[in-house]
Protein backbone atom coordinates (compact mmCIF):
# COMPACT_ATOMS: atom_id res chain seq x y z
CA UNK A 1 0.00 0.00 0.00
CA UNK A 2 1.63 3.22 -0.65
CA UNK A 3 1.88 5.30 2.44
CA UNK A 4 0.35 8.85 0.36
CA UNK A 5 -2.58 6.82 -0.79
CA UNK A 6 -3.34 4.77 2.73
CA UNK A 7 -2.78 8.96 4.43
CA UNK A 8 -5.32 9.75 1.87
CA UNK A 9 -7.62 6.81 2.18
CA UNK A 10 -7.25 7.17 6.02
CA UNK A 11 -8.49 10.30 6.00
CA UNK A 12 -11.34 10.28 3.32
CA UNK A 13 -12.47 7.36 6.23
CA UNK A 14 -12.21 9.25 8.82
CA UNK A 15 -14.16 12.23 7.54
CA UNK A 16 -16.78 10.27 6.66
CA UNK A 17 -17.21 8.03 9.61
CA UNK A 18 -17.37 11.52 11.55
CA UNK A 19 -20.36 13.12 9.12
CA UNK A 20 -22.04 9.91 9.40
CA UNK A 21 -22.01 9.74 12.96
CA UNK A 22 -23.77 13.47 12.67
CA UNK A 23 -26.11 12.36 10.29
CA UNK A 24 -27.00 9.64 12.51
CA UNK A 25 -27.12 11.76 15.68
CA UNK A 26 -29.34 14.40 13.90
CA UNK A 27 -31.59 12.22 12.26
CA UNK A 28 -32.08 11.22 16.05
CA UNK A 29 -32.82 14.15 17.52
CA UNK A 30 -34.09 16.38 14.73
CA UNK A 31 -38.26 17.22 14.89
CA UNK A 32 -40.21 17.00 12.16
CA UNK A 33 -38.57 13.82 10.77
CA UNK A 34 -41.06 11.73 9.77
CA UNK A 35 -40.76 7.76 10.90
CA UNK A 36 -39.77 6.71 7.67
CA UNK A 37 -37.16 9.26 6.76
CA UNK A 38 -36.31 8.50 9.95
CA UNK A 39 -35.35 4.34 9.98
CA UNK A 40 -33.94 5.32 6.32
CA UNK A 41 -31.40 7.88 7.00
CA UNK A 42 -30.52 5.94 10.25
CA UNK A 43 -29.82 2.82 8.17
CA UNK A 44 -28.05 4.72 5.49
CA UNK A 45 -26.05 6.22 7.73
CA UNK A 46 -25.23 2.96 9.59
CA UNK A 47 -24.38 1.11 6.75
CA UNK A 48 -21.61 3.97 5.56
CA UNK A 49 -20.36 3.52 9.04
CA UNK A 50 -20.57 0.02 8.99
CA UNK A 51 -18.19 0.25 5.11
CA UNK A 52 -15.71 2.90 6.94
CA UNK A 53 -15.14 0.08 9.82
CA UNK A 54 -14.61 -2.27 7.40
CA UNK A 55 -11.99 -0.61 5.14
CA UNK A 56 -10.28 1.00 8.99
CA UNK A 57 -9.95 -2.81 9.76
CA UNK A 58 -8.52 -3.88 6.64
CA UNK A 59 -5.85 -1.08 7.05
CA UNK A 60 -5.31 -1.76 10.50
CA UNK A 61 -5.00 -5.90 10.23
CA UNK A 62 -2.67 -5.07 7.46
CA UNK A 63 0.31 -4.21 9.76
CA UNK A 64 0.04 -7.36 11.67
CA UNK A 65 -0.20 -9.85 9.25
CA UNK A 66 -3.55 -11.03 9.78
CA UNK A 67 -4.18 -14.86 7.65
CA UNK A 68 -5.51 -14.20 4.46
CA UNK A 69 -8.43 -15.73 5.60
CA UNK A 70 -9.55 -12.57 7.15
CA UNK A 71 -8.11 -10.18 4.58
CA UNK A 72 -10.57 -11.76 2.39
CA UNK A 73 -13.32 -11.58 4.77
CA UNK A 74 -12.64 -8.12 5.41
CA UNK A 75 -12.88 -7.30 1.25
CA UNK A 76 -16.33 -8.88 0.61
CA UNK A 77 -18.00 -7.05 3.73
CA UNK A 78 -16.38 -3.80 2.52
CA UNK A 79 -17.57 -4.42 -1.29
CA UNK A 80 -20.99 -5.67 0.31
CA UNK A 81 -21.74 -2.55 2.69
CA UNK A 82 -20.32 0.03 -0.43
CA UNK A 83 -23.16 -1.47 -2.63
CA UNK A 84 -25.89 -1.84 -0.17
CA UNK A 85 -26.87 2.06 -0.37
CA UNK A 86 -27.73 1.59 -3.80
CA UNK A 87 -31.32 -0.30 -3.28
CA UNK A 88 -31.88 2.28 -0.76
CA UNK A 89 -31.38 4.99 -3.13
CA UNK A 90 -34.06 3.33 -5.29
CA UNK A 91 -36.10 2.87 -2.47
CA UNK A 92 -35.78 6.50 -1.44
CA UNK A 93 -36.34 8.00 -4.91
CA UNK A 94 -39.48 6.16 -5.05
CA UNK A 95 -41.34 6.69 -1.53
CA UNK A 96 -40.83 10.32 -2.65
CA UNK A 97 -42.58 9.46 -5.91
CA UNK A 98 -45.22 8.02 -3.42
CA UNK A 99 -45.02 4.89 -5.50
CA UNK A 100 -45.24 1.27 -4.20
CA UNK A 101 -42.05 -0.45 -3.82
CA UNK A 102 -43.94 -4.11 -4.20
CA UNK A 103 -45.11 -3.44 -7.40
CA UNK A 104 -42.47 -1.33 -8.80
CA UNK A 105 -40.42 -2.48 -11.94
CA UNK A 106 -37.42 -0.21 -10.98
CA UNK A 107 -36.99 -1.51 -7.53
CA UNK A 108 -37.31 -5.16 -8.53
CA UNK A 109 -34.76 -4.91 -10.72
CA UNK A 110 -32.37 -2.66 -7.93
CA UNK A 111 -33.42 -5.79 -6.08
CA UNK A 112 -32.34 -8.35 -9.04
CA UNK A 113 -29.33 -6.47 -9.40
CA UNK A 114 -28.06 -6.72 -5.98
CA UNK A 115 -28.73 -10.17 -5.19
CA UNK A 116 -26.40 -10.48 -8.36
CA UNK A 117 -23.67 -8.24 -6.72
CA UNK A 118 -23.90 -9.97 -3.36
CA UNK A 119 -23.69 -13.68 -5.25
CA UNK A 120 -20.70 -12.36 -7.37
CA UNK A 121 -19.33 -11.04 -3.92
CA UNK A 122 -19.82 -13.70 -1.68
CA UNK A 123 -17.84 -15.89 -4.40
CA UNK A 124 -14.91 -13.90 -3.52
CA UNK A 125 -14.65 -15.94 -0.28
CA UNK A 126 -14.04 -18.95 -2.65
CA UNK A 127 -12.52 -17.39 -5.60
CA UNK A 128 -10.00 -15.13 -6.65
CA UNK A 129 -12.13 -14.19 -9.73
CA UNK A 130 -12.90 -10.83 -8.49
CA UNK A 131 -9.75 -10.89 -5.87
CA UNK A 132 -7.37 -11.91 -4.42
CA UNK A 133 -4.90 -11.63 -1.27
CA UNK A 134 -1.12 -11.37 -2.29
CA UNK A 135 1.74 -12.77 0.46
CA UNK A 136 2.24 -9.07 1.81
CA UNK A 137 -1.01 -8.50 2.65
CA UNK A 138 -2.24 -6.28 -0.03
CA UNK A 139 -5.06 -7.02 -2.59
CA UNK A 140 -5.14 -7.79 -5.77
CA UNK A 141 -7.74 -7.17 -8.74
CA UNK A 142 -8.75 -10.76 -10.13
CA UNK A 143 -8.99 -10.86 -14.25
CA UNK A 144 -12.67 -10.41 -13.55
CA UNK A 145 -12.99 -7.67 -11.20
CA UNK A 146 -14.80 -4.88 -13.36
CA UNK A 147 -17.72 -7.24 -13.83
CA UNK A 148 -18.47 -7.27 -10.01
CA UNK A 149 -19.37 -3.23 -10.70
CA UNK A 150 -21.52 -4.09 -13.35
CA UNK A 151 -24.80 -4.42 -11.25
CA UNK A 152 -23.82 -1.52 -9.14
CA UNK A 153 -23.51 0.84 -12.40
CA UNK A 154 -26.58 -0.44 -13.80
CA UNK A 155 -28.30 0.57 -10.77
CA UNK A 156 -27.11 3.62 -10.92
CA UNK A 157 -28.10 4.00 -14.55
CA UNK A 158 -31.61 3.16 -13.87
CA UNK A 159 -31.86 5.19 -11.33
CA UNK A 160 -30.53 8.59 -12.98
CA UNK A 161 -33.41 7.39 -15.65
CA UNK A 162 -36.11 7.01 -13.21
CA UNK A 163 -35.12 10.38 -11.65
CA UNK A 164 -35.19 12.29 -14.73
CA UNK A 165 -38.38 10.83 -15.93
CA UNK A 166 -40.35 11.85 -12.46
CA UNK A 167 -38.18 15.52 -12.41
CA UNK A 168 -41.63 17.09 -12.27
CA UNK A 169 -42.57 15.50 -8.76
CA UNK A 170 -39.09 16.57 -7.42
CA UNK A 171 -38.49 20.02 -5.87
CA UNK A 172 -35.63 21.66 -7.36
CA UNK A 173 -33.15 20.74 -4.22
CA UNK A 174 -34.24 16.83 -3.96
CA UNK A 175 -33.73 16.94 -7.69
CA UNK A 176 -30.07 18.06 -7.65
CA UNK A 177 -29.67 16.03 -4.56
CA UNK A 178 -30.18 12.68 -6.46
CA UNK A 179 -28.15 14.06 -9.36
CA UNK A 180 -25.21 15.32 -7.45
CA UNK A 181 -25.17 12.18 -5.95
CA UNK A 182 -25.78 9.45 -8.96
CA UNK A 183 -24.00 11.27 -11.84
CA UNK A 184 -20.45 11.21 -10.10
CA UNK A 185 -21.01 8.17 -8.49
CA UNK A 186 -21.33 6.54 -12.20
CA UNK A 187 -17.84 8.33 -13.52
CA UNK A 188 -16.38 6.99 -10.12
CA UNK A 189 -17.44 3.33 -10.36
CA UNK A 190 -16.39 3.35 -13.96
CA UNK A 191 -12.72 5.00 -12.69
CA UNK A 192 -13.07 2.01 -9.75
CA UNK A 193 -12.94 -0.27 -12.97
CA UNK A 194 -9.25 0.07 -13.52
CA UNK A 195 -8.23 1.96 -10.16
CA UNK A 196 -8.95 1.86 -6.84
CA UNK A 197 -11.53 4.55 -5.54
CA UNK A 198 -13.68 3.05 -3.00
CA UNK A 199 -13.36 5.79 -0.62
CA UNK A 200 -14.70 8.05 -3.31
CA UNK A 201 -18.02 5.95 -3.41
CA UNK A 202 -18.97 6.73 -0.13
CA UNK A 203 -17.96 10.34 -0.59
CA UNK A 204 -20.93 10.32 -3.16
CA UNK A 205 -23.02 8.94 -0.42
CA UNK A 206 -22.62 11.69 2.00
CA UNK A 207 -23.35 14.43 -0.78
CA UNK A 208 -26.97 12.47 -1.07
CA UNK A 209 -27.68 12.54 2.51
CA UNK A 210 -26.05 15.83 3.02
CA UNK A 211 -27.56 17.87 0.10
Given amino acids: MNSWYGFLTLFILGAIMLLSMMGLWFTAVMPGIDRWNKRFFSGFFIILMLGVLSGLCDMVL ?27 LTAYLLHYCEENLRTSKLFRAAL ?96 FAYP
Fill in 62 to 88: FFFSASVAVFRALLVLECLFYDLPLPM
Fill in 112 to 207: VLWAVYFAMDISGFFADAFFYILPDRNYSRGPWFPLLLLPMITTVLLDIAGVIKRRKLFSRRVFRSFLITLVPLTGILFLHMFVDVVPFVAICYIF
